[in-house]
């Protein structure tokens, strides 16, 4: 990459002449946050592109350690079997960022994103600090130009934030391109979805630059991704697509989980109703099944994502729309819990209740946000005795 500095971007025509869009060259591969996404989605970038060298970078310790060892800081079905082959060949787990960063000529920031718990915004509003925090480390460390992706899921405009940061703390001469590529992989089938993705979203600058930043990642993917599946957009489009995406899912199990409770009061089988409804190829029959609500990290943070911004945006009605997501999850969860108690003569006070399964679904043992907790909740507060058993979650995470 040459060192132009074109209004804060890098212009990326030397990086081709200088071997970067030879697939022999050496490319690598900086990815801050060594989590659900950033552990699973590296391991897979790493293993189809054996010469690229792919780093993975966290602040905690503990975390690096966990991945450096023989047991994996989360679990995710097959992700070990593909850790094992390319760990320290060109897949590497390290706490040294600085390092990371300075080598790397593409930089994923796949930080948390959590719901705000304080100040403007408390409980909707995205907490953007991790990634303001990462950009910020990129901005004072790196010393030559580099590809920044969001991989992140983040507000519209996001994007713009991080190129702000990263205009302001930039080193002298060094120049961005900053990407939207957010992931849609499903924690328990991840190694599936990043294996074969129905889509790669791409969202970058509708400028030469910002196409050579694209194309440069396209790169990556196309080691096994067919190129008709990399879908290319302009930034925003790609930012807000990540949280519609999610919006609707979340939509879908609300929608089925309120006629769940139409079918309980009416003799309806719901899921009779759901197969009869989902075959209709308009609808498809994909998340419709009926069930305690929806948990984990995404959905209701990124339903509270969407809601902000067209609370930001003025749009009330359809912030209301999109509330009623979370709503009927909420109220889900809770009929749920109010079933037990009816069917147990209207009282669990010093029953023993047996709860099977913590996490918040099958092959993961991730507890964010699992209906489990609420559940667990409701039924301690009318005097439960509950006795848990996931056998993916550890004790000291059931008692957190
Ligand atoms: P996570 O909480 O598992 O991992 C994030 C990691 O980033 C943590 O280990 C944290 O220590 C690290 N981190 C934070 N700030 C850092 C910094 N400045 N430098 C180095 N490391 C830092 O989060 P997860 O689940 O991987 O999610 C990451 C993003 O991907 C979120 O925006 C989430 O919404 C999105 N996402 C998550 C999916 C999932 O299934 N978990 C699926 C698709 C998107």
Known sequence: MTSNDNDGMPTFSDSEKNGHGDEHSTFRICCIGAGYVGGPTCAIIASKCPHIKVTVVDVSADRIAAWNSDHLPLFEPGLEDIIKKIRNRNLFFSTDTKKAIQ???????????????????????????????????????????????????????????????????????????????????????????????????????ESIDGELAIKKLSWVYEHWIPKERILTTNTWSSELSKLVANAFLAQRISSINTISAVCEATGASVSEVAKAVGLDSRIGNQFLHASVGFGGSCFQKDVYNLIYLAESLKLEPVAQYWLQVIKINDWQRERFAHMIVQNLFGSVSGKKIAILGFAFKKDTADTRESSSIYVCRYLLAEGASLHIYDPKVPVQRIFL
């Open 103 to 205: 080598e790397a000529d593409l930089i994923f920031i796949s930080v948390n994103t959590p719901t705000k718990s304080y100040g403007f915004g408390n409980g909707r509003a995205p907490d953007l600090r991790y990634v303001e925090e990462a950009a910020r480390q990129i901005a004072h460390t790196a010393t030559s130009n580099k590809i920044v992706v969001e991989k992140s899921t983040v507000p519209v405009n996001a994007a713009e934030s991080i190129k702000t940061i990263l205009k302001t703390n930039k080193q002298p001469g060094v120049c961005y391109q900053v990407l939207s590529n957010p992931e849609f992989l499903a924690e328990g089938s991840a190694i599936r979805d990043l294996l074969a993705p129905d889509r790669v979203l791409i969202g970058g600058d």
